[in-house]
């Protein structure tokens, strides 16, 4: 972890006035010190706006943009690595004060990184991943959130005689975020004695993906009670699958999926899925700008984890119950 220095103690008023010095931060030893320049304002370099979790996400940069009252300018990176490579240099050299990005791969960041140190920039990652000197990681608490999936199951099924047979609709091969997602529930579920994991297999992310391997779950495992995928498009994908197989929420299944996105809180005011572990990316956007600005003057961001300077963003379960009061809070957001 960077350590502060020299800090200049620098209230959000006075960013937004524009001084020349926000803040000295070190880096490395000390080799790199962040600056805000006048007018202060931060570029946010965002995956896709095509992707409604993006524009979510863009909107909270902006809103916390606006309370600090400073300047924000928002680079589209149309899913191109290529995209967030040069998109990034260019909101560097429009005179931004601190880059927030989401990247496309992370492998790509180290060259943006260094770029943004050179100028006195600091970087703060949101979502997705790392790799370089970043100076703050923010993203949701994943492993948590498969953990509250797996205790949604319990209150569900805990009490009922078992064992109950489980399924696992994992993300891509090497997702770091889907193996948080899927540990939390496993060892969430292992703490019981009433449950049964039968099957684990990748979903490819995709509601292919997730029709294909609950397919193969259903198919191999007739008494299975529940599948837990580890985002929102397998669980859609499953819960065609479960159609297929005449198998329903209605009459006792649970599907229980990860992210929030519209076509699960569809579903699940259909009564088609049991819940999803929701994802606020509105409320993410927010935070990264709070922690850029914090770094600007030189105090604490308050990271989760030191180590890897990561900001855990918390995550909640929707289910029937409280779905209806869950899309309200959305859409007040205007996200």
């Avoid at 524009?18 to 995956?47: H, M, R």
């Avoid at 600090?68 to 240099?89: H, T």
């Avoid at 819940?275 to 003057?297: I, M, R, S, W, Y």
Wanted: aromatic residues 6%; contains cysteine; charged residues 20%.
């Amino acid at each position: 972890m960077f350590s502060l220095s020299a800090a200049c103690v620098l209230a959000l008023a006075g960013c937004a006035s524009g001084a020349e010095q926000a803040g000295d931060v070190a880096a490395d030893g000390g080799e790199t010190t962040f600056e805000a320049k006048d007018p202060l304002k931060i570029g946010y370099s965002v995956y896709d706006l095509q992707n409604p979790y993006w524009q979510s996400y863009a909107a909270g940069v902006r809103a916390g943009a606006e309370e600090a009252g400073i300047e924000v300018v928002i680079a589209d990176q149309k899913s191109s690595q290529q995209e967030q490579v040069s998109g990034s240099l260019d909101l560097i050299n429009q005179g931004i004060s601190a880059l927030i990005i989401t990247p496309v791969q992370p492998s790509a960041l180290p060259s943006t990184i260094d770029a943004a140190h050179g100028e006195k920039i600091p970087v703060v990652v949101a979502d997705i991943g790392t790799e370089g000197d970043y100076d703050g990681y923010i993203l949701s608490n994943n492993y948590e959130g498969g953990r509250l999936a797996a205790e949604h199951v319990v209150e569900k099924l805990g009490g009922t005689p078992g064992p109950h047979q489980v399924g696992v609709i994992e993300l891509h091969a090497g997702s770091v975020v889907g193996e948080e997602r899927v540990s939390g529930f496993v060892d969430r579920l292992g703490e019981e004695e009433n449950f049964e994991i039968v099957s684990s297999l990748d979903g490819n992310d995709t509601v292919d993906g997730g029709f294909t391997a609950a397919q193969d779950m259903l198919s191999a495992n007739p008494e299975l009670d529940v599948i837990y995928a580890a985002n929102d498009d397998s669980a859609v994908g499953a819960s065609r699958a479960m159609e297929t197989a005449g198998v329903s929420v209605a009459n006792g299944f649970t599907l229980i999926g990860f992210d929030g996105s519209d076509p699960a809180l569809d579903l699940i005011e259909q009564g088609v899925m049991s819940g999803t572990v929701a994802q606020d990316p509105f409320g993410q956007g927010q935070k990264a700008v709070e922690t850029a600005l914090a770094l600007l003057n030189g105090e604490d961001p308050g990271y989760s984890d030191e180590a890897t300077k990561t900001i855990y963003f918390p995550v909640e379960m929707v289910t029937a119950e409280n779905v209806a009061e869950f899309r309200a809070s959305r859409e007040s957001q205007g996200s």
